[in-house]
Every structure is written in structure tokens, then in C-alpha cells.
């Protein structure tokens, strides 16, 4: 039997023009199982949207510099809270692959920032979920490389908290090599949301991480990716994140409908059906510490 997972919509589809709870009520209209809190965003008073949060992107600035950091930390809170009210039980952030600095001193930044954002997000029984970051143009835009594996990038988040976690994403897969053991090597409850994108066939130097394509539009293997999530029981959400603007262009709806059918279409090709409720879906929200 196949796995049934449901399929979230991300706020990039819709150009960032839909706050919550807008989105959410979008993403009920068309058939989406859930919808994704944008890091920025306004919270409103009304939390409940139609459909719950699958994921939010995590409201601290952990990747600049430290006074940026300091200053959006107390957003957490609210954030947190507001998520906690509309069933979020994960929080992401993708980390650049490269740095102004040595390693093991950006390393040493992100440990002490993000292991205060776990303090407050432990607060709402939200784990946090680190991701690589693939493009080889990302990967040359500053002088040092920093972590873009996932096994490495798991390491970095034990290190900070032990409910840390990953998100699996096609899109980064991919532009790592496709390699399987990039998705092998990682423990099942550590994988806590999957975000899926089409890739161009185009050379490594050409590829823009802001210009992605929807899923079944490129060249990605995806029943390769779909099976090996499979292999290690995933059962949350699959979300629809493709930045691109042949859909900002488009109004929200159009840009939604035309990612769910692209989206439920190639996860269907591949053996599995999204759900439009999230209610077989199994909730990270525990792991061994």
C-alpha cells in the first residue's frame, strides 16, 4: 500500500501575498492538506485557518549579524505560540553553504543562536529543522564553505538540541548529486518535513536557486526520491515549494491550483496519493534524545 501523505501549500507559490489565516483558507479551497507560516508575516488575532500549519519558517534571524539576530529573537515567542494554536509542530530554517567566515567559527555562531531559539520553540513542543542549501552558485557566493550534506547538517543540529531534525527537500537532493544515501544515511524521526521542486536541465553554474520549476516540469527523479522516503516511513507532509516568478506573476489562486495539480500529478505518477487532510499523517513531535 502506498504511503498517503498530504500536500501543504508554502506562501513562495503565491508570491508571499497571503498571510495566515488568507492562506490556510486557500489552501482548504483547492484541496491542500495544510499551509506553511511565513517567517515575516503579521500574526492575526484569529489563529485557526481551515487547514492546520505543516511547518513555519523559523521568525528569528539566525544567518546575519548578531544585533539582527537580537532584535528579531522576541518574535519567537509570538511566533511559537501563534504556531502551537494552529497545530505547527516544526520549524525550518536553510542554512547558506558558505560563509565570510572559517567553518568551524560559523559553526560556533549558528550552535549558540539556534540552541536559543530550541529554548523558546521547546516551549511549544516545536522541533526545529535545519536545511541544506545545494546550488553551486550559493555554495561559491562567499569565501569559506560551510555545510550543504545532510548528514553533516544533522550533526550540527544534534549539537544543538536533540529534537533537532532535517528537512528532506527534491530540489537540494538533487543539486547535491541525487546521491541516495543523502537521504539513507539520515534516521527516520530525524526526517521532519519534505519540501518538493522541479529541476531544469541545465550546468550546476547555471542553476538559480530563486527560479525553480514545479514538480514534473524538469528532470528530477522523483520516483527515486518518493521511494526512498518510503524506505524510512515518512508520513508528514509534502510541500509544494517552488520559488519561481512565472508564478508570483500570476494571481494567488491561479499560482496554488496550478502547484497542487503539478504537485498531486507527480506524487501520483510516482505511487502515492496526497491526502487533503492531514489526518494520517503522523506528527514529529517526539524523538530520542
Same mark, same amino acid.
Request: hydrophobic share 40%; with cysteine.
Given at each position: 500500500m502506498p504511503i498517503q501523505q498530504p500536500l501543504s501549500l508554502h506562501p513562495c507559490i503565491v508570491g508571499w501575498r497571503l498571510p495566515w489565516p488568507a492562506l490556510a483558507e486557500l489552501a482548504a479551497k483547492i484541496?491542500?492538506?495544510?499551509?506553511?507560516?511565513?517567517?515575516?508575516?503579521v500574526l492575526p488575532a484569529a489563529a485557526r485557518g481551515r487547514?492546520?500549519?505543516? =511547518?513555519?519558517?523559523? !521568525?528569528? &534571524? #539566525?544567518?546575519?549579524?548578531? @544585533?539582527?539576530?537580537?532584535? +528579531?529573537?522576541?518574535?519567537?515567542?509570538? =511566533?511559537?505560540?501563534? !504556531?502551537? &494554536? #494552529?497545530?505547527?509542530?516544526? @520549524?525550518?530554517?536553510?542554512? +547558506?553553504p558558505s560563509s565570510e567566515q572559517p567553518r568551524d567559527i560559523q559553526a560556533a555562531i549558528y550552535r549558540e543562536r539556534l540552541r536559543r531559539c530550541c529554548e523558546i520553540l521547546d516551549e511549544y513542543s516545536i522541533r526545529l529543522a535545519l536545511e541544506c542549501i545545494t546550488p553551486l552558485h550559493m555554495r561559491k557566493a562567499h569565501p569559506y564553505e560551510f555545510i550543504w550534506r545532510n548528514a553533516e547538517m544533522l550533526d550540527l543540529g544534534l549539537a544543538v538540541s536533540p529534537r533537532c531534525g532535517l528537512v528532506i527537500d527534491s530540489w537540494h537532493w538533487h543539486h547535491a548529486g541525487a546521491d541516495p544515501d543523502w537521504i539513507r544515511t539520515i534516521p527516520a524521526e530525524r526526517i521532519l518535513d519534505v519540501h518538493i521542486a522541479d529541476s531544469p536541465a541545465a550546468l550546476p553554474e547555471d542553476i538559480r536557486d530563486s527560479e525553480r520549476l514545479l514538480p514534473g516540469e524538469g528532470v528530477l527523479n522523483f520516483r527515486t526520491f518518493f521511494d526512498l522516503l518510503e524506505e524510512k516511513e515518512y508520513r508528514g507532509a509534502y510541500t509544494a515549494e517552488v520559488f519561481s516568478s512565472r508564478l508570483s506573476a500570476m494571481d494567488p489562486e491561479s499560482a496554488a491550483r496550478l502547484a497542487f495539480e503539478a504537485a498531486t500529478a507527480t506524487v501520483r505518477n510516482c505511487g502515492r496519493r496526497p491526502l487533503a487532510s492531514t489526518g494520517s499523517a503522523t506528527a514529529p513531535d517526539s524523538a530520542e534524545a
Amino acid at each position: 500500500m502506498p504511503i498517503q501523505q498530504p500536500l501543504s501549500l508554502h506562501p513562495c507559490i503565491v508570491g508571499w501575498r497571503l498571510p495566515w489565516p488568507a492562506l490556510a483558507e486557500l489552501a482548504a479551497k483547492i484541496g491542500y492538506g495544510g499551509a506553511v507560516i511565513a517567517r515575516e508575516q503579521v500574526l492575526p488575532a484569529a489563529a485557526r485557518g481551515r487547514v492546520p500549519a505543516t =511547518a513555519m519558517q523559523l !521568525a528569528a &534571524e #539566525v544567518r546575519r549579524d548578531e @544585533a539582527t539576530f537580537l532584535s +528579531s529573537l522576541p518574535r519567537l515567542h509570538s =511566533a511559537g505560540r501563534f !504556531a502551537d &494554536e #494552529v497545530g505547527c509542530r516544526v @520549524a525550518y530554517v536553510g542554512l +547558506s553553504p558558505s560563509s565570510e567566515q572559517p567553518r568551524d567559527i560559523q559553526a560556533a555562531i549558528y550552535r549558540e543562536r539556534l540552541r536559543r531559539c530550541c529554548e523558546i520553540l521547546d516551549e511549544y513542543s516545536i522541533r526545529l529543522a535545519l536545511e541544506c542549501i545545494t546550488p553551486l552558485h550559493m555554495r561559491k557566493a562567499h569565501p569559506y564553505e560551510f555545510i550543504w550534506r545532510n548528514a553533516e547538517m544533522l550533526d550540527l543540529g544534534l549539537a544543538v538540541s536533540p529534537r533537532c531534525g532535517l528537512v528532506i527537500d527534491s530540489w537540494h537532493w538533487h543539486h547535491a548529486g541525487a546521491d541516495p544515501d543523502w537521504i539513507r544515511t539520515i534516521p527516520a524521526e530525524r526526517i521532519l518535513d519534505v519540501h518538493i521542486a522541479d529541476s531544469p536541465a541545465a550546468l550546476p553554474e547555471d542553476i538559480r536557486d530563486s527560479e525553480r520549476l514545479l514538480p514534473g516540469e524538469g528532470v528530477l527523479n522523483f520516483r527515486t526520491f518518493f521511494d526512498l522516503l518510503e524506505e524510512k516511513e515518512y508520513r508528514g507532509a509534502y510541500t509544494a515549494e517552488v520559488f519561481s516568478s512565472r508564478l508570483s506573476a500570476m494571481d494567488p489562486e491561479s499560482a496554488a491550483r496550478l502547484a497542487f495539480e503539478a504537485a498531486t500529478a507527480t506524487v501520483r505518477n510516482c505511487g502515492r496519493r496526497p491526502l487533503a487532510s492531514t489526518g494520517s499523517a503522523t506528527a514529529p513531535d517526539s524523538a530520542e534524545a
